[in-house]
């Protein structure tokens, strides 16, 4: 498993922006995605934007447009950028990776990348909470 930590979450008025970071302990050769989850208070926790190591993405419907999810190889980094922040994004947001997994490997049209169970590591979360 890799480590995860999250960073960037707070309080925002609603239409404003904010910018998460995931620092991850090392990034897979092989077999290896991420992505950003959210769950809200008596809630499912739902996949939010998934990316692979070539960079290809999925953004879930509810933020499409909204959300952007991108990672720096080089500092082991996973961002996700929210823009036109609702009140109805107010969750605690979690990066997930999977290492080593050999489906991330095919590339993001051949997994559920919004799904949890693609990932084996997780980070503690950051709060975002937006006020209308």
């Known amino acids: 498993q890799v480590q995860l930590v999250e960073s960037g979450g707070g309080s925002v008025q609603s239409g404003g922006s904010l910018r998460l970071s995931c620092a991850v302990s090392?990034?897979?050769?092989?077999?290896?995605?991420m992505a950003w989850f959210r769950q809200a208070p008596g809630k499912e926790r739902e996949g939010v934007a998934g990316?692979?190591?070539?960079?290809?993405?999925k953004t879930a419907d509810l933020v499409k447009g909204r959300f952007t999810v991108s990672q720096d190889i080089a500092k082991n980094t996973l961002y996700l950028s929210m823009n036109s922040l609702k009140p109805d994004d107010t969750a605690m947001y979690y990066c997930?990776?999977?290492?080593?997994?050999?489906?991330?490997?095919?590339?993001?049209?051949?997994?559920?990348?919004?799904?949890?169970?693609?990932?084996?590591?997780w980070g503690q979360g950051t709060q975002v909470t937006v006020s209308s």
């Open positions: 997930a990776a999977a290492h080593r997994n050999p489906m991330c490997g095919l590339g993001i049209a051949y997994y559920s990348a919004l799904e949890t169970y693609i990932y084996d590591s």
């Open positions: 090392e990034f897979s050769d092989v077999g290896y995605c």
């Open positions: 990316i692979d190591r070539n960079g290809d993405t």
